[in-house]
């Protein structure tokens, strides 16, 4: 299943540079230092699917010219992951008023439940004009599900003790943020793909994300034939300098990064 992926954004919550800080890498000039909240867009079969839109969503749809989108995959309800579905509304009537295009978005319970709270003038019975034209759709975490005829299997981890986040496995992509545990059931549904995304925070252990040793942990257990590394802060170094610390077949993602898969 040929597919193009790209990355939105590759950094923390905080984004890269974190406001006021001084250190070398939020100073740093290179634009792969340069970090928006975490989000991809998947194109395969004709279609454009976007994992995650925060607070940069709309600043992300400009830089990469997108104009048309057919579902949103959401990882959780943490607003670095959501806080952008407002600027949805912008689908919706790049045609008014020939046709308003409900934008479907996807994740599990508590996601999309967050969802109905945090915007719930989206959902309300007489809605003021302009408001996002959403329609959401609850997944369950332990059955695969399909989007116009593709399908998609949910990859379950721990966020920390208190949450979950859902990764998407698509053909032979598989992506994986906010995570810090998954368990051995779970990485199974990831045997057999062919290039993987995953996060890593920092080289130190973290609470509610993988280090970058933990990432290549499962890397290996999943071995698939190239990874690539997202969700970083400022703590995980220039990445001038992580393209020689990191083994072979793993990468760090950056920003605008487009991979081709199954060319």
Known sequence: MP??????GTGTSQGVPVIGCKCAVCQSEDRRDKRLRTSAMVEVKGH??????????????????????????????HKDHTG???DVRAFNFVDYPKAIHRIHIYGNKRTIDAIHSDFHYAFATNKYRGVPEI?????????????????????????????????YRIGNFAYLTDMNNIAPEEVEKLRGV????INALRWEPHSSHFSVSEAIEI???VAPREAYLTHASHRIGLH???????PAGVKMAYDGLEIEINK
């Open 135 to 167: 329609e959401t759709h609850i997944i369950s975490e332990n059955e695969n599900f399909e989007i116009d005829g593709i399908e998609i299997t949910p990859i379950v981890g721990q966020h920390s003790e208190r949450f979950r986040s859902v990764g």
């Open 194 to 197: 062919d290039t993987m995304v």
């Open 48 to 77: 454009r699917f976007i994992i995650d839109a925060g607070p940069d969503f709309r600043y992300q749809m400009l830089r990469a010219k997108v104009s048309h989108i057919d579902a949103l995959l959401l990882t959780h309800e």
């Open 240 to 246: 001038s300098e992580l393209e020689h610390r990191l």
């Open 219 to 221: 890397i290996n257990r």
């Open 84 to 86: 952008g579905i407002d």
């Open 3 to 8: 597919m193009k992926v790209t990355f939105l």
